[in-house]
């Protein structure tokens, strides 16, 4: 689970003297298995002829989420261990990361930084990057 706080410090300030801006339009996850793999060719031998993923098995679902990543997020290098049977889903903790921002970015109105802790980050550190690469005022 992740725990998040807001904190205001001196860091963080951009060159101009202002703070960093946060995505507050970020986009929803295509979620359409098919255009992912147009994107990136890993996903594509786990589809079925209508675009349909067998997700009882760990590597389609590895897939999904390493395409979420790069195709969708920029995050082309993130990956899941080859040991890891548990895969985090990727837009149900985008979901969060961005749920946890719009709760804590109003009550601090001039923060240069928010500063999350996420207690237990396990091996695919799927919240700090999700928080860093959505709001560059977010730090982990």
Same mark, same amino acid.
């Given at each position: 689970m992740a725990e998040t706080r807001a904190q205001d410090t001196d860091g963080g300030s951009s060159s101009s003297g202002t703070a960093? !801006?946060? !995505? +507050?339009?970020?986009?929803?996850?295509?979620?359409? &298995?098919?255009?992912?793999?147009?994107? %990136?060719? /890993?996903?594509a031998p786990f589809l079925n002829d209508s675009g349909k993923?067998? &997700?009882s098995l760990p590597e389609p679902c590895k897939a999904i989420a390493q395409a979420q990543m790069m195709v969708e997020l920029g995050l082309p290098q993130w990956q899941i261990p080859s040991k890891l049977h548990l895969v985090p889903t990727i837009p149900s903790r985008y979901a969060?990361? /961005? &749920?946890?921002? %719009?709760?804590?970015?109003?009550? +601090?109105? +001039?923060? !240069?930084?928010?500063?999350?802790? %996420?207690i237990g980050t396990g091996a695919t550190c799927v919240y700090p990057l999700l928080g860093v690469q959505s709001c560059p005022r977010l730090s982990f």
């Amino acid at each position: 689970m992740a725990e998040t706080r807001a904190q205001d410090t001196d860091g963080g300030s951009s060159s101009s003297g202002t703070a960093p !801006t946060c !995505t +507050h339009s970020m986009p929803e996850l295509l979620c359409s &298995f098919k255009d992912l793999a147009q994107r %990136d060719a /890993r996903l594509a031998p786990f589809l079925n002829d209508s675009g349909k993923v067998n &997700f009882s098995l760990p590597e389609p679902c590895k897939a999904i989420a390493q395409a979420q990543m790069m195709v969708e997020l920029g995050l082309p290098q993130w990956q899941i261990p080859s040991k890891l049977h548990l895969v985090p889903t990727i837009p149900s903790r985008y979901a969060y990361v /961005r &749920f946890i921002h %719009d709760k804590l970015l109003p009550l +601090h109105q +001039h923060p !240069t930084k928010l500063v999350g802790l %996420d207690i237990g980050t396990g091996a695919t550190c799927v919240y700090p990057l999700l928080g860093v690469q959505s709001c560059p005022r977010l730090s982990f």
